[in-house]
């Protein structure tokens, strides 16, 4: 018996490779660039670290490289999709959020050619702007997996997803600002007091997918006690149980540390541990730490709104 249906999903979800495989989800890479350096710099495809480390890659970060990212070309989008088309097999891609990058647009547009191509013809691929990035990511395309695996055909899936990622919290701490402001997704004026005063920013995702703060700390180690904090009051069982995901920079021992508090709070938990891939580490830079768990519907929670000044990039 064939697939019923097949997942797709960009490189920002911070699988590995032993992931994507074992879970059948085929990743669209999104690639980063040093501009301005006659030997290429920081540069290569987010091949979810199989060409460098991840310590190689933030260690470089450290050392003063500035890599910029960008979106799979809409080539790459329409030669994945022509894949998909010609398997036969229904297929939902997962985006990184429209609020963050011009991923989704790029995928839209090229499903729109394909539909061109084929006029009459029912081209059942759909296009998912999940709304977040990185660990949730991660977390939500996990538990697509596991419902694709139950029986859910790809529109079922498409919509599950399109409610589900309400559902998603997360909460993520940054060990420099700058970063994120440099690639338009901070305001300057939050960067520079975070960073000159030592104040930690906890971040998270608003309801349009662009970042919000959710609070501060003064310090990194209250900055991760703020974390497990959140995670503690915030997390809900139903529908999806003792799963959570914890993320970081190049930063184990702070991930560890998170997971270690998480696990005395509920020994259950099941907890995926990424590394931030190439593309989100680019700019948040090392020493970023992500909390993702499922929680109670986003959209009744007051504190999300959208940071004045981002705008969206690739």
């Known amino acids: 018996m064939g697939a019923i249906c097949q997942i797709m999903a960009d ?75 010609e398997s036969g097999v229904p297929t939902v891609l997962f985006c990184i959020s429209s609020g963050l990058s011009g991923g989704y647009e790029g995928a839209r547009m090229s499903l729109e050619r394909l539909r061109e191509q084929h006029p009459g013809e029912e081209i059942r691929i759909y296009v998912v702007d999940t709304l977040v990035a990185s660990t949730p990511l991660t977390l939500l395309v996990q538990e697509a997996c596991q419902k694709r695996d139950a029986g859910l055909n790809a529109e079922q899936l498409a919509q599950w997803a399109e409610e ?24 300057k004026g939050v960067a520079v007091i975070g960073d000159a005063l030592d104040v930690k920013a906890l971040l998270h995702f608003n309801l349009d997918g662009t970042l919000g703060i959710r609070g501060v700390a003064r310090g990194r180690k209250k900055g991760l006690r703020k974390i497990v904090d959140f995670f503690e009051k915030t997390r809900e069982l139903k529908p999806y149980g003792h799963v959570c995901c914890v993320g970081d920079a190049d930063a184990p021992d702070d991930g560890y540390a998170i997971a270690s508090e998480l696990h005395e709070f509920d020994p259950e938990l099941a907890i995926t541990r990424p590394t931030i891939g190439p593309t989100i580490g680019s700019h948040v830079g090392p020493g970023m730490v992500s909390c993702c768990f499922w929680g109670k519907d986003r959209r009744q929670d007051k504190q999300i709104t959208r940071v004045k000044g981002v705008r969206n990039s690739k």
Do not use: W
């Open 11 to 85: 490189s920002t979800c911070d699988f590995t490779p032993q992931m994507a495989t074992e879970l059948g989800v085929t990743i669209l890479p999104f690639h980063y660039v040093e501009a301005g350096k006659p030997d290429g710099g920081l540069s290569g495809d987010d091949d979810l670290f199989q060409t460098r480390s991840a310590h190689e890659f933030y260690d470089a970060i450290r050392h003063g490289a500035m890599p910029i990212t960008s979106q799979p070309s809409q080539l790459e989008y329409d030669e994945a999709f022509q894949r998909a088309y």
């Open 164 to 187: 589900a990622r309400y559902f998603l919290h997360t909460i993520f701490m940054v060990d420099n600002l700058d970063a994120l402001h440099r690639g338009g997704r901070l305001p």
